[in-house]
């Protein structure tokens, strides 16, 4: 392929360059790896045999793009002339407010702490668009500006990232079938703050006419989120591993402690259960680490809950399909996987009721038979799991 095609990158972590890559002009598909730096800095999961993949890393960075399932972004795409949100995510150095990876120019004297925006403060253009809150004239479009989190902003729901007080919220939408997401997102959050489970806190708002949820990052200039898919994809996979066992020694090899981590494991399925979030997959739980020592810190706080309260089911019916823990097909038989729930102190049924029904009671087109039938699922979700809990610390 002509040099006049090929566009130069460093990918960094923070203010250390991990790899020189090459990419297509066009779409920014990788065509080579040409210099390795820190390779104990390249993203988890993107090495084979000690040195960086390329297949593995144009994966990384097609997680890292909007994906081509989000509302309205191929009209978003076609008024901007971009071939794809690769590119788009480019026009903002690949940067996000998960971590600490970034695209600099090759040569470029950028510096992370000029671009990161933990830091400095972004546009919210791209955001009203991508989010179908405005139109943009297509005279303005060549002033609109993309330095923005929003063009790496992983999930098929409409979203944006806002600035308030100096905080970093992420504003997330609703979709079909039942627009619930943004009130199953501050339910599952009422519900873990009254169990005193580690979780990231939702507020619900409306914003011309919509319903949003609201969620400040978790992750701050010096940590960064390591999605659970990246420790299996970093620690080979063994004969008779199961996804959990798998997952478990990837921790234990990280230095993390096996008990800890399945605790905080046996809390996240325990809550899955309870509220019937039937699509915790791993990409939308993981684990922090120190971006500057390489540590890792904890269990992350337990974060996108959306889709749960049988959003996508017209039927409110138990033991809905889940995809966490492929052996286990169902919410019932992953509960099965918990061994620990010595912490676990039930809600009472008026106390659960109440939480589930006031929030729900804003949503401006639920009937109340579906919502009666929710709250008796969770309240007999809530049995099942105190049943449990006697059978193990009988």
Not at 53 to 66: D, F, K, M, P, T
Not at 152 to 163: V, Y
Not at 224 to 248: C, F, G, Y
């Amino acid at each position: 392929m002509s040099r006049k095609n090929i566009e130069e990158w460093t990918l960094m972590h923070k203010n250390i360059p991990v790899a020189d890559i090459e990419l297509i002009k066009r779409n920014a598909t990788i065509t080579g790896i040409t210099k390795t730096y820190h390779i104990s800095h390249a993203p988890l999961g993107i090495t084979e045999d000690n040195e960086i993949s390329e297949a593995r890393l144009e994966n990384w960075l097609s997680r890292r793009a909007i994906p081509a399932s989000r509302e309205n972004i191929d009209e978003v795409l076609e008024n901007l002339r971009i071939q794809n949100t690769r590119k788009l995510s480019l026009r903002s150095y690949g940067l996000s407010l998960s971590d600490q990876y970034w695209l600099k120019p090759y040569g470029s004297n950028i510096t992370w702490d000029r671009v990161n925006f933990f830091q400095n403060k972004f546009s919210k253009d791209l955001g009203e668009m991508i989010s179908g809150e405005r139109k943009i004239p297509s005279e303005e479009l060549p002033d609109v500006i993309f330095y923005t989190p929003d063009s790496s902003a992983d999930g098929w729901l409409k979203k944006k990232w806002i600035i308030k007080d100096s905080k970093r919220i992420l504003m997330k939408g609703a979709s079909p079938l039942y627009k619930q997401e943004p009130f199953n997102e501050k339910i599952a959050s009422d519900i873990m703050k009254h169990l005193g489970i580690n979780h990231v806190t939702y507020d619900l708002t409306k914003n011309q006419g919509e319903y949003f949820s609201l969620c400040e990052t978790f992750i701050d200039e010096n940590t960064e989120l390591v999605p659970a898919l990246n420790i299996v994809m970093h620690e080979p996979q063994e004969k008779d591993d199961t996804r959990l066992s798998h997952l478990l020694r990837g921790c234990v090899n990280l230095n993390m402690d096996p008990k800890h981590i399945k605790l905080q494991l046996d809390k996240m399925m325990v809550v899955d259960y309870l509220i019937g979030n039937y699509d915790r997959h791993w990409k939308n739980f993981g684990f922090i680490r120190d971006v500057n020592t390489l540590e890792f810190k904890d269990f992350s706080p337990i974060f996108d809950n959306g889709a749960s309260f049988w959003q996508h089911h017209p039927h409110v019916i138990s033991n809905v399909a889940t995809q966490t823990f492929k052996e286990h097909k169902t919410l019932d038989k992953q509960l099965e996987l918990v061994t620990d729930l010595s912490w676990y102190h039930p809600i009472p049924e008026e106390t659960l009721h109440n939480m589930i029904k006031s929030t729900l009671d804003q949503h401006p087109t639920m009937l109340e038979d579906r919502k009666d039938a929710i709250i008796n699922m969770v309240i007999k979700h809530g049995d099942d799991i105190n049943r449990l809990k006697d059978r193990l610390h009988f």
